[in-house]
């Protein structure tokens, strides 16, 4: 078993900052990755951005790339979404999950952990 607690969602203006984060805990040495989705009302959940947890290899979104980061702490068990030039599109609830197989990393079906969500809400 594992679990997986996010953290740090809020309500920010358009072009503003958030930094979300992970909490893992139990089963992780099984972890290849930990990824982060989001899913906003009336869409299907789609994929953010995604880490290795072994040698830190990073996946983004063509929607987020070179605005959002991810990144792991393994002494501390956390995985974080760094996330600035928010837009209002970037609104939704976004979740953190974890998956031991290798790929598809893109795909929500991969992962078989999920923590319980985190409203981010961009104001324009």
């Known amino acids: 078993q594992m679990q997986l607690v996010e953290s740090g969602g809020g309500l920010v203006q358009a072009g503003g900052s958030l930094r979300l984060s992970c909490a893992a805990s139990?089963?992780?040495?099984?972890?290849?990755?930990v990824g982060w989705f989001r899913q906003a009302p009336g869409k299907e959940r789609e994929f953010v951005a995604t880490?290795?947890?072994?040698?830190?290899?990073?996946y983004f979104a063509d929607s987020v790339k070179g605005r959002f980061t991810i990144s792991r702490d393994r002494a501390k068990s956390t995985v974080s979404l760094q996330m600035n030039s928010l837009k209002p599109e970037d609104t939704a609830v976004y979740y953190c999950?974890?998956?031991?197989?290798?790929?598809?990393?893109?795909?929500?079906?991969?992962?078989?952990?999920w923590g319980q969500g985190t409203q981010v809400t961009v104001s324009s």
């Open positions: 139990g089963r992780t040495f099984t972890t290849y990755a």
């Open positions: 999950a974890s998956t031991p197989i290798r790929e598809p990393l893109q795909i929500p079906s991969t992962y078989d952990y």
């Open positions: 880490i290795s947890w072994s040698i830190g290899r990073t």
